[in-house]
């Protein structure tokens, strides 16, 4: 079996680990339930919010170039279209979309009473999930993590919360391009990780005023 399909096989698995775990819930997956889910009032998605969080993208895409760049200098490479497209859907639909579901979605279920633990559980799973590929790679990993997890939280549908986080890998991966020597490795995950944490604070401390906002509108 290759890597890809291996990959392609552990994705199919979160997939279905995160269904089982939302059960009836996995129709809101689609279906904005409004402000309420999982028996919280403050934990719906909707597609004014998803539309109005989406511009935060390019800024945590700025927050991620700017780490690098304390570091390093960035190779930009532009692949043909279709090898971009790709590694788009590959990203999306193998990487991003099982892990924002399970690390997610479905723990943001299981600690809905909870959002401080729900952060913490989702990072320290994305941590040990990434933990065969070194411990700054993890760190870095825990980091984006909790960026997602906050742009979920605040209203963003988790469809689009994939999308995102399957165009970053792809930008950093194969469009803007920063080797960090193995000597600063760990500094740049810090700083990295720690950035990650101030915008998701961020958001969250914005987030009351982003959902009532929506709200007046819908009405």
Known sequence: ???????????????????????????HLIRSPGRALYTEDNL???????IALAFFVPFLWGISAACASIFTSYVVVVPAMPKLASALAIQVLIFALPQDLFFREAVLKVFHHNLTLAFAASAIAVTLFNLPHGMPTAVIAAGTATAFMALRVAGMNIFVVALAHGAT?????????????????????????????LFAALLMLIRQPVRSLMTQRAS
């Open 169 to 197: 890998n792809v930008l950093f991966g194969r469009v803007l391009l920063a080797e960090i020597s193995a000597d600063a490795l760990w500094l740049y995950a810090i700083v990295f990780a720690g950035a990650h944490l």
């Open 1 to 27: 079996m290759s890597p890809l399909a291996s990959v392609a096989v552990l994705a199919a698995a979160m997939c279905l680990f995160a269904l089982a775990i939302l059960r009836r819930d996995a129709i």
């Open 44 to 50: 719906g998605w909707s597609w004014q919010r998803t």
